[in-house]
């Protein structure tokens, strides 16, 4: 049985406040939403999975194992429109970029999923989904349309972004792929389970061709390769609404049994004010800031802020701890054997207290403790070469 020492506590976005977390055996299961394949990683996604990162690494370090997946969102309609606009292939567009995903990510020394879920492997399951949830009665068909799930059925819908029907609606009517919906609809909250679509590739269903809801596809492969309920899911807190709002209504409906237990977001990077997106174009791109500053430096200046506070970024900012990894290489130790600080431990426990974690770094540096500043900058994932 795993007894921490000090007890790790997450601000969990269900209920609102930090609570105690409390495994329930060895092994802790955690799912984050992972990427669409259609362009470059950018400087909010890296920092996102390195939060991840960082709390795996803490908890393995604390004696539990993890399992961790994060699915690949290779079909969908931005994929789609970027692979027809570079007249390519979709599936090869798709490919590529999770290549390119994965190798900026390597450089960044994140711990690899232990499972990466793709979307179109993963149909079969996601129509049993559709059909579960049709039998339950939460979702209807439209002829011609596909099937749609029913929120009114669902009384906890909302729950978890505290959004009004209104707000809700507001933010919906921004989404790409929401465009797509039957107008024939019960309800403008409504999602889809599964489209039917005429054009681009599609997969045979009871609800004729077409293609799965996006939302879909993370209910059906967490209970496929985690089960319910997931210790932690996380993600951008950008897919709080509508993404884990249906999520939950989904994987719940199925089941009758509680999705995920604790629900864990990071906020957005910022550029210019405005969050960093594909959509907006203010992107600043791993690969790029890796021309400027070590992947330690880039690591240690993605941690420097909470993960639940906007970070706007700031080159200067960003080649001042590029310079701070220097100074850690050139101090670190071949082997260093001590215990990692209490203090250091007592950040992280506290909701992830990154920015704690690196004042104490650069007070073991200033002190020429270069025993602590070695263990405490490996215990980050820090390569120290
Ligand atoms: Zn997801």
Known sequence: MYRPTRMLA????????????????????????????????????????????VLIRHLEAGGLRVKYAQNVTDIDESILQRAADRGRDWRE??????????????????????????????????RALAERLERRGHAYRIPDGGLYYEVTTFPRYGR????????????????????????RKRSPLDFALWRRVADGPTWPSEYGPGRPGWHLECSAMS?????????????????????????IAQSEGATGRPFARYWVHVAAMKLGGEKMSKSKGNMVFVRDALTRVSADGLRLYLLS?????????????????????VQLREMALP????????????????DLDTPRVLRLLRGYVRARDAESATVVARYLGLRLR
């Open 223 to 247: 209970l496929r390769h985690l089960d319910q309920p997931l210790d932690v899911h996380g993600g951008g807190d950008d897919l709080i609404f509508p993404h884990h709002e249906s999520e």
């Open 335 to 350: 082997r260093a054997t001590a215990q990692l600080p209490r203090e250091v431990k007592a950040a992280l426990d506290d």
């Open 160 to 183: 978890l972004s505290r959004f009004s029907p209104s707000k809700m609606r507001r933010v919906l009517a921004q989404q790409d792929d929401t465009r797509l919906d039957d107008s």
């Open 93 to 126: 567009l798709g490919r590529d970029e999770e290549r390119k995903f994965l190798q900026d990510m390597r450089a960044l020394s994140w711990r690899r999923p232990d499972v990466m879920p793709h979307a179109t492997r993963e149909i079969d399951a996601m």
């Open 10 to 53: 997450l601000y969990d976005t269900l209920r609102r406040r930090r609570v105690p977390f409390r495994p329930r055996g060895r092994t802790v299961t955690l799912y984050v939403c992972g990427v669409t394949p259609y362009d470059t990683t950018h400087l909010g996604h890296a920092r996102t999975f390195l939060v991840f990162d």
């Open 305 to 325: 802020k909470h993960y639940r506070k906007p970070f706007e970024h700031d080159e200067e900012e960003m080649r001042r701890w590029g310079a701070f990894a």
